[in-house]
């Protein structure tokens, strides 16, 4: 257990559906990444978020929108799904907005099928 | 935003053989982390490099971060299959956190 938990673990949903992805960083940690992960594919970045502010955006589609809560915890909307939607979505969380020399601490990740 | 690629993409190496994963840099980078992912699994932090040249040792891991601070190297000696994953570096940094395309290695027993 890495500390960081993600909710839920699978989804699957139709195209054209709307879906939300809940994190919980590690306690102590302020900042929360959102990664997007295709089949075999890469990490990208989509967006993070520090103490509740949005502090830096990577390649978010208009689609997909998150927050962070007073409690820390944040959520990735995502709407009008697309079958290439479909992907793993990791949640990671550090102390600092930079990352620090502990790095960052990743969740198991949201496995999202859009059918 | 920096674009940071990753050498080489797929790497089989029989077990016992040396492993060598490159992340080369367009920009400065102000440091650079290094993770490694299990298949089925999340990305598991190993190391963070900052100062410029630096090398620092893991156990059978190497990681070296370039005098410019634009590329960083991981090199595993005599692999062992619980080496097999996908090794990503991340360059951080205020703005954006920008992972490498990863390095595939799967260990031939």
């Known amino acids: 257990d890495s500390g960081v938990t993600q909710t839920p673990k699978h989804l699957i949903t139709a195209t054209g559906q709307r879906v939300t992805l809940r994190c919980s960083p590690r306690?102590?940690?302020?900042?929360v990444y959102w990664y997007q992960q295709s089949l075999d594919q890469g990490l990208q970045f989509l967006i993070q978020?520090?103490?509740?502010?949005?502090?830096a955006k990577g390649n978010i589609l208009e689609r997909f929108s998150a927050q962070q809560f007073p409690d820390l915890h944040s959520e990735l909307n995502l709407s009008s799904l697309e079958l290439g939607d479909s992907a793993l979505y990791f949640c990671?969380?550090?102390?600092?907005?930079?990352?620090?020399?502990?790095?960052?601490?990743f969740g198991s990740g949201t496995r999202l099928t859009v059918v | 935003g920096q674009q940071v690629m990753q050498i080489p993409q797929y790497q089989h190496v029989q077990e016992g053989e040396d492993f060598t994963t490159y992340c080369n840099s367009s920009?400065?980078?102000?440091?650079i982390q290094w993770y490694k992912q299990r298949p089925g699994g999340h990305p598991v932090f190993l190391i963070q490099?900052?100062?410029?040249?630096e090398v620092k040792k893991q156990k059978r891991l190497t990681f070296q971060f370039g005098e410019a601070k634009k590329n960083s190297s991981l090199h595993i000696t005599a692999t062992q299959t619980t080496d097999v994953g996908t090794y990503f570096c991340?360059?951080?940094?205020?703005?954006?956190?920008?992972f490498g395309t990863g390095t595939k290695l799967q260990v031939i027993p």
């Open positions: 490099l900052v100062k410029s040249g």
């Open positions: 990671a969380s550090s102390v600092e907005h930079t990352g620090d020399s502990d790095g960052y601490t």
């Open positions: 978020y520090y103490n509740g502010e949005e502090r």
């Open positions: 920009t400065t980078l102000s440091n």
């Open positions: 306690s102590g940690d302020l900042s």
């Open positions: 991340l360059s951080g940094g205020y703005q954006k956190v920008t």
